[in-house]
Nanobody, 117 residues
Framework: EVQLVESGGGLVQPGGSLRLSCAAS????????MNWARQAPGKGLEWVSSIDSGGTGTYYRDSVKGRFTISRDNAKNTLYLQLNSLKTEDTAIYYCVKDWGGSSQSRGQGTQVTVSS
């Protein structure tokens, strides 16, 4: 059974930083592309970032380029997202997603990120 457990969210002021983590189990993490997505209040789920299985290829939506960094530790089966220079529009529930857009897409319960002064 695929399990994805996100953590690290919280309340932060604009310009602040957070580091999200996702502990993965139940599948071959070290051979899987992984993703982060988010859902803001009243909006749909949107893709944020992807990383290839080896961690060398990373991809970001335009609005977070230069501010967010995705990474992974295959020895620990853990995915990360470093969020810097946070803006109020980054407020959302952040999800770790396996197989984004695919037939076996799975996500965790999410972690809330709130950016507010």
């Amino acid at each position: 059974e695929v399990q994805l457990v996100e953590s690290g969210g919280g309340l932060v002021q604009p310009g602040g930083s957070l580091r999200l983590s996702c502990a993965a189990s139940g599948f071959a993490f070290n051979s899987s592309w992984m993703n982060w997505a988010r859902q803001a209040p009243g909006k749909g789920l949107e893709w944020v970032s992807s990383i290839d299985s080896g961690g060398t290829g990373t991809y970001y939506r335009d609005s977070v380029k230069g501010r967010f960094t995705i990474s992974r530790d295959n020895a620990k089966n853990t995915l990360y997202l470093q969020l810097n220079s946070l803006k109020t529009e980054d407020t959302a529930i952040y999800y770790c997603v396996k197989d984004w857009g695919g037939s076996s897409q799975s996500r965790g319960q999410g972690t809330q990120v709130t950016v507010s002064s």
